[in-house]
Nanobody
């Protein structure tokens, strides 16, 4: 079955950096587009970034463009989110996502807190 396991979250000061990882299993990772989403306290889950199956195309939400970088290692079945210049408004639970057989799959999420 499809499994997504996020890691790498934590507490960081404004202006700091974190690198999130999402280990995937249960499907042919190299064939699928992968995305990151986040849910801030009291808000709806929002899309953050997407990467194509071959890493040829990436897209970002305007709120993170220029600060976050999505990448993937198809040999390791892992997708990453490098987050730089973090702001308090980036505080959220971050989830990786895949649409497989027409259904969305989510990991358990990893908490990112940006605070002095």
């Amino acid at each position: 079955q499809v499994q997504l396991v996020e890691s790498g979250g934590g507490l960081v000061q404004p202006g700091g950096s974190l690198r999130l990882s999402c280990a995937a299993s249960g499907f042919t990772f190299s064939r699928y587009l992968m995305s990151w989403y986040r849910r801030a306290p009291g808000k709806e889950r929002e899309w953050v970034a997407t990467i194509s199956a071959t890493s040829g195309t990436t897209n970002y939400a305007d709120s993170v463009k220029g600060r976050f970088t999505i990448s993937r290692d198809n040999a390791e079945n892992t997708v990453y989110l490098q987050m730089n210049s973090l702001k308090p408004e980036d505080t959220a639970v971050y989830y990786c996502n895949i649409f497989y057989s027409g259904l969305p799959y989510w990991g358990q999420g990893t908490q990112v807190t940006v605070s002095p």
